[in-house]
């Protein structure tokens, strides 16, 4: 590998001062924060290339999170779909089991740096809670994560995971109780809490600079693919260097920018995000923000979202509690605009095939969020030559996802001792129980 401490964060293209990517993104906040906004500003424009900062940051990937992950042949499956070579980037082999690790080790840093003892966060499935507890743990930072209360019955392992890093879990009441609702809170905590807090925003969304700064700490998985693909593609006997397609999921999009962004100057690499589909995209009940939503402000930036007529947000729907936001990070909105990365969707059963597929074939359990992106890799891969390849962002892994997955395949699954031959649909995760 080479020295990625010595690649610039800010070394491809960048939005503009005040954040935009064209007509998206900027910074829509209230005045109480505009001081907190400038501040984090200020100190990410200090330190983003900082050789102190960034040796310190790849120390912590390689020897806290064990960077680099590595690119996998897919061998089998490529085969079987008898087109294009298929490779995985396992972010699943990460500490904390995803990508999003990654995000918040920047953070943290920056943090520290601004000396803030007190660091907040909002959940969702509880992935980017468990990363942030992690972190905090790692630096002695107080930790407080705001998780809608319906996501804190469905996910209480997340929840009992954080509790064990030492993270206090606030359930949010609001609103439909979920991941909006636990944004505001955490919102409101800060506009609260501004001198001593710092906002660590778990995607590329909110106002700016966090849509490129978590794109930025991201980056690094499309970096060492940059240099582990034709080394790849050497041992397979494949002609050229870089992949002919790269694809990841897309919920708020940091996975899919971290992989995205330095392949970006790669024209032949043809971009792909796959958003889900839910029931079919035509059903209502999807997620997908960039190719059913129109844009609006969200969270502090202009972007693609899921609204109605009166601008009001409306419910989202996924499999994969990941991928389940009304909107999407801005340089997404961008980079669909001027055509160089393009959108598809994969439905909640594509995606919960591609997962089994995956278990049984190549023996890697991916989460559903990632079953999205594999399940339309394989999909693509057959319409394609077998010396051709497309590289997958494999997310994170799927243990999280197995109450889900056996809940939806009726099968039996262990559950603690405490629930014997009870149901505890939204107690636990939704599992049925061995009896
Ligand atoms: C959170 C999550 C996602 C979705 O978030 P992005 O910001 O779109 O990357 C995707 N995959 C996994 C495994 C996640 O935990």
Avoid at 119 to 125: D, K
Avoid at 144 to 153: L, P, S, W
Avoid at 275 to 301: R, T
Wanted: charged share 20%; proline share 5%.
């Amino acid at each position: 590998m080479p020295n990625l401490q010595r690649i610039p964060m800010s070394s491809y293209q960048q939005p503009d001062a005040s954040g935009h990517f064209g007509p998206y993104g900027g910074s829509f906040v209230s005045e109480t924060l505009t001081h907190a906004i400038q501040e984090l500003r200020e100190a990410y424009a200090r330190y983003q290339n900082d050789p102190e900062f960034l040796a310190e940051f790849h120390y912590e990937l390689k020897h806290f999170v064990g960077r680099p992950s590595p690119i996998y042949h897919a061998a089998r499956t490529s085969r079987e779909m008898g087109g294009a070579q298929i490779y995985l980037k396992r972010e699943d082999l990460n500490h904390t089991g995803a990508h999003k690790i990654n995000n918040v080790i920047g953070q943290a840093m920056l943090a520290k740096r601004m000396g803030k003892p007190r660091v907040i966060a909002e959940t969702g499935a509880g992935q980017h809670g468990v990363a942030t507890a992690t972190i905090c743990a790692r630096y002695g930072l107080e930790c407080v994560v705001y998780m809608g209360a319906e996501d804190v019955k469905r996910q209480s392992p997340n929840v009992y995971r954080m509790k064990l890093l030492g993270a206090t879990v606030v359930p949010v009441e609001s609103g439909s109780k979920t991941l909006k609702d636990a944004l505001n809170d955490a919102m409101r905590d800060w506009v609260a809490n501004v001198d001593n807090t710092f906002y660590i925003i778990g995607t590329v969304a909110g106002p700016h600079p966090y849509p490129m700064m978590v794109r930025d700490f991201q980056s690094v998985i499309g970096k060492e693919c940059i240099e582990q693909m034709p080394a790849m593609l050497t041992e397979q006997k494949v002609l050229g260097g870089q992949p002919d397609a790269v694809i990841a999921c897309v919920g708020g999009g940091s996975n899919a920018m971290g992989i995205f962004h330095p392949y970006i100057p790669f024209e032949k690499t043809r971009l792909i995000g796959v958003e889900a589909a839910g029931e079919g995209l035509e059903s209502g009940k999807h997620s997908a923000s960039l190719q059913k939503g129109s844009a609006g402000v969200l969270h502090g930036n202009r972007t693609f979202i899921l609204q109605d007529d009166n601008g009001q947000i409306t419910e989202t729907h996924s499999i994969s509690a990941g991928l389940d936001y009304p909107g999407v990070g801005p340089e997404h909105a961008w980079l669909q605009e001027i055509g160089r990365a393009e959108y598809v969707g994969i439905t909640d059963k594509e995606a919960l095939d591609a997962f089994h597929y995956l278990c049984r074939t190549e023996g890697i359990i991916p989460a559903l969020e990632s079953s999205h992106a594999v399940a339309y890799a394989m999909k693509l891969a057959k319409t394609m030559r077998p010396d051709q390849s497309i590289l997958v962002n494999l997310s994170g892994r799927g243990d999280k996802d197995i109450g889900t997955v056996a809940d939806l395949s009726g099968a039996d699954f262990y559950c603690r001792p405490s629930c014997q031959g009870q149901s505890v649909k939204g107690g636990e995760q939704p599992i049925k129980v061995v009896k």
